[in-house]
């Protein structure tokens, strides 16, 4: 009897991350035989604005598979209509391995959401589920999921400790459209993207129309986060309206404002050294809090974005002294989007109603307590920013 991996994913695209997991679980579960199965339509996400149709995601897994032994890929759910459900995918491949026993691999994210799943009491039926984690996971939380789903389901469980690859295909999608993604792909699947000018790989990205950089923007964004950097730029466009600021500039900082946010500390030291970026101490000790300096040169060297553009988006985290209005308008555009909900919002919103000054000073006010508050180092920037705004309000 062999023990068969079952791998699937929307493989958009298939990453040096998936390769390792592949291998993980092959040593740590003896397994024979790995079926990688790319999803026609994923269940549980919509695929972002940038994928490619679903034949080049299936020559990508195969292309990537080359990597690997004893790994077949099949095509199983891009030949099915409709939603790519896994309890489908597992009864087809039971009736191909009627007499074989099947892993189902996941990560945690999709293990602690599986009682969610479409019929998962069928894929309990003849699967065991095989999720990789890592130390960092919460260990308490895990083994109560797999009790509750041993309850409801049925569902055998075995957990595998497993390296880790912080890649992730947003920000791998994200890195090649920057021109800075040869580390997270096997030589043959880059080549591949270069070849079919994938994931914006050759485009050029310079002066487009709104609704395009808008469009691009947001596809390069975790989803959670899109309704944010959304709201920004509308925002940014209504205070410019309203205070006499470009709007055009307004709105396109805001929808480039954290072009680079998805991005982990690694990614952005790495585009750091691709765009030639000098770092301070702070910076080099802080990467992840880089989003704003590199999101800055990436809408410059890749979109295109003017000087004030660029300056917008550079200062939009810690502000400085003497911002122009429009440096002022998409920092404040940052904190009080709609979809903004904490402790002091309306006031802020108020105040920054009635003047640019009155509310970029209570923001920064807010900012500065919040991190003395929570331990953390304060920009210089931000601390000059406030200074700065105190004394030119006491003149007037």
């Known amino acids: 009897m062999a023990r068969i991996g079952i791998f699937g994913g929307s493989f958009n695209p298939p990453h040096l991350g998936h390769l390792l997991a592949v291998r993980e679980f092959q040593e740590k579960l003896a397994l024979d035989c790995v079926l990688l199965i790319p999803a026609?339509?994923?269940p549980h996400k919509k695929l972002t604005a940038n994928s490619p149709a679903a034949e080049h995601r299936l020559e990508m897994t195969r292309l990537a598979a080359q990597e690997l032994e004893n790994v077949q890929v099949l095509d199983l759910e891009l030949r099915r209509s409709g939603r790519s459900y896994t309890a489908e995918t597992v009864a087809q491949i039971r009736q191909m391995y009627p007499h074989d026993e099947l892993f189902l691999l996941m990560g945690t994210d999709m293990?602690?959401?599986?009682?969610?799943?479409?019929?998962?009491?069928?894929?309990?039926?003849?699967?065991?589920?095989?999720?990789?984690?890592?130390?960092?996971?919460?260990?308490?939380?895990l083994q109560a999921c797999a009790k509750k789903l041993l309850v409801a389901f049925g569902a055998r469980t075995v957990f595998v400790e497993n390296r880790y690859l912080p890649h992730s295909s947003t920000s791998v999608r994200a890195m090649l459209a920057f021109d800075c993604a040869e580390d997270y792909l096997s030589e043959a699947v880059l080549a591949y993207i270069r070849?079919?000018?994938?994931?914006?790989?050759?485009?050029?990205?310079?002066?487009?129309?709104?609704?395009?950089?808008?469009?691009?923007?947001?596809?390069?964004?975790?989803?959670?986060?899109?309704?944010?950097?959304?709201?920004?730029?509308?925002?940014?466009?209504?205070?410019?309206?309203?205070?006499?600021?470009?709007?055009?500039?307004?709105?396109?900082?805001?929808?480039?404002?954290?072009?680079?946010?998805a991005l982990s500390a690694e990614e952005q030291l790495k585009l750091c050294e691709r765009y030639a970026m000098i770092l301070d101490n702070f910076e080099r000790e802080t990467p992840k809090l880089l989003h704003a300096k590199t999101g800055a040169t990436i809408a410059r060297e890749v979109f295109g974005e003017n000087d004030a553009v660029y300056e917008a988006i550079y200062w939009h985290t810690t502000g400085k002294a003497e911002m122009t209005d429009l440096e002022k308008i998409v920092y404040l555009a940052d904190y009080i989007e709609p979809n903004r909900n904490f402790a002091g919002v309306e006031e802020l919103r108020t105040l920054t109603a009635q003047s640019l000054d009155l509310g970029l000073r209570r923001g920064l006010e807010m900012s500065i307590a919040q991190l003395r508050a929570n331990g953390r180092v304060i920009d210089k920037n931000s601390l000059a920013a406030l200074r700065f705004i105190e004394e030119r309000m006491q003149k007037q």
């Open 40 to 42: 026609a339509v994923p």
């Open 111 to 141: 293990f602690l959401s599986f009682d969610a799943w479409y019929h998962p009491e069928r894929i309990a039926q003849e699967t065991t589920l095989a999720v990789a984690h890592r130390d960092a996971d919460d260990a308490e939380e």
């Open 195 to 261: 070849r079919n000018r994938l994931y914006y790989c050759g485009a050029d990205l310079k002066a487009l129309p709104f609704q395009r950089l808008s469009e691009i923007s947001l596809s390069l964004h975790k989803a959670k986060r899109v309704p944010h950097v959304a709201g920004c730029s509308m925002t940014a466009k209504k205070l410019a309206l309203q205070y006499g600021a470009n709007a055009t500039d307004a709105e396109r900082a805001g929808i480039l404002h954290d072009i680079t946010k």
